[in-house]
């Protein structure tokens, strides 16, 4: 295929459609999930001043944001949909991309989709006083709704980001507000009661927190003059995450006290019911219902266009290509992606599951997962998936040297600045994160090396399309 081929394959029936705000909406919503929620009082008390803690949250956005300048120059010199499937294909080859899209299929992606799902049902059934019983259908409905808004088109997805976005935005302000305004102020200097330091460990809660931001550049096709809007998307998105947690932790502090933030596991309803009363914290469940929503559906919308741009190069995988009607919609890898979404939710979320997962993989000679270790089905899933998340991370960080090297003609409207301190940084701090993570899945790794097997099945017996030149 030549460069002219594969940019009309790529191109066929996508009208950008989203503009900055879309964009920067989808980046935030995907961001701002659940763990700005939980992980807060982790952080606290892995250290010793409440400054600590505030600091590292600055830095996991400074980090984040050395990572977004990478991804700016890689999308707006290869503006196509798939964002780190399309570098790693450009760098490594084809395969590579293969094993980053059929691993986000898969597991990350997925499991992605089902833990917010879970977080989601927990908190609709503290809010509407529901029973246990509620928990799997709420699970599915969550995953359901959400893709079926998807696939009625791109701008109906577009709309609920906005929506929930915006919603979760004023929700966030409103915590602030009611925090630095009530009558329960404390002082920013205190010890905190951790009663020791380990920056190390709070670092890993605060980068999990930050992670997602690369999603916007899975859609870059869809985006309207990418080559501009996608680095500002970027750039403003990291930078918005970063505030929002920035005031966020600040405000758990100035209405808790060291010694509260650092003991509660629910932060934002404790700050809530000191500052606003009983009443007021109720509605905290409602807010994480929404975050974690805004979070299924930026991930549901971006992840198909990853499968989608995989079809372009895999004639045998073609059939993922298929999109409905006038709208470009990826329909076939919108619905692939949720049956998977909710093959996983089965397998690692019920106990029938969670047992017949067992006995597959003792039957390949593989112990029986740790399921309690790990707080549960989809904590276990999350932890096993998270060495995948960064290594690929990683690999893609690497891409920003690589093609400099290999395409060094290519038009590049936006230079990482500081290079090539900037991404050695990124890069770094994802090798970090990646042995934290591996560290911490320890027997768990091998599970999420299933799907990388999987890819290497898929490439052999679908060879991806020949390409001709740098397109």
């Not at 630095?180 to 009661?193: C, E, I, K, M, Y």
Request: hydrophobic letters at 50%; charged letters at 15%; one cysteine or more.
């Amino acid at each position: 295929m030549t460069a002219d081929s594969r940019d009309a394959v790529v191109d066929q029936g996508r009208r950008p459609t989203l503009t900055l705000w879309d964009t920067i909406s989808l980046l935030v919503g995907i961001v701002v999930g659940t763990a700005i929620f939980k992980s807060p009082g982790m952080v606290f008390r892995s250290v010793e001043a409440v400054w600590e803690a505030i600091g590292l949250w600055v830095a996991g956005g400074a980090l984040s944001l050395a990572g977004a300048l990478c991804y700016a120059e890689l999308a707006a010199a290869y503006p196509r949909s798939g964002g780190d499937y399309e570098y790693l294909g450009r760098a490594y080859g084809r395969g590579m991309g293969l094993q980053f899209a059929w691993a986000q299929l898969l597991i990350v992606l997925t499991g992605s989709v089902g833990s917010m799902a879970y977080a989601f049902a927990d908190y609709a059934r503290d809010f509407w006083q529901l029973s246990d019983d509620y928990s799997l259908w709420l699970v599915l409905g969550s995953i359901v709704v959400l893709t079926a808004t998807n696939l009625i088109g791109l701008r109906a997805g577009a709309t609920a980001q906005n929506i929930l976005t915006t919603a979760k935005l004023a929700g966030l302000a409103a915590i602030a507000v009611a925090a630095f305004t009530g009558s329960h102020r404390s002082d920013l200097l205190q010890t905190s009661p951790g009663g020791g330091r380990d920056i190390g460990l709070a670092l890993v809660f605060v980068l999990y927190a930050y992670s997602g931001w690369t999603h916007a550049a899975y859609v870059a096709a869809q985006v309207r003059e990418p080559q501009r809007r996608l680095p500002q998307a970027l750039l403003a998105g990291v930078g918005v995450v970063t505030l929002i947690y920035f005031v966020i932790n600040l405000s758990f502090v100035v209405a808790l006290g060291s010694a509260g933030a650092a003991s509660s596991e629910t932060p934002a309803s404790d700050a809530v019911r000191v500052t606003a009363g009983d009443g007021a914290a109720r509605l905290v469940s409602l807010l994480v219902m929404l975050s974690a929503l805004g979070a299924i559906n930026g991930t549901v919308l971006t992840g198909a266009h990853v499968l989608s741009e995989l079809a372009i190069d895999y004639p045998g995988l073609a059939w993922l290509q298929a999109r409905g009607g006038r709208k470009g919609t990826p329909v076939r890898a919108l619905l692939l992606q949720s049956f998977v979404a909710i093959l996983l939710v089965l397998a690692v979320g019920t106990a029938p599951g969670r047992g017949s997962v067992d006995a597959i993989l003792q039957g390949v000679g593989l112990q029986a997962a740790p399921w309690d270790k790990y707080y549960g089905g989809f904590e276990t899933l999350v932890a096993a998936s998270a060495p995948l998340f960064w290594g690929f991370l990683l690999l893609t960080g690497t891409t920003i040297f690589i093609l400099r090297w290999k395409d060094p003609h290519r038009e590049r409207p936006f230079r990482t600045p500081g290079y090539p301190v900037t991404p050695l940084v990124f890069c770094a701090a994802c090798g970090y994160m990646l042995y934290a993570s591996v560290i911490y899945a320890r027997g768990l790794t091998l599970i999420a090396l299933l799907p990388i097997a999987s890819a290497f099945a898929i490439s052999w017996w679908h060879r991806p399309r020949a390409t001709v030149g740098n397109d």
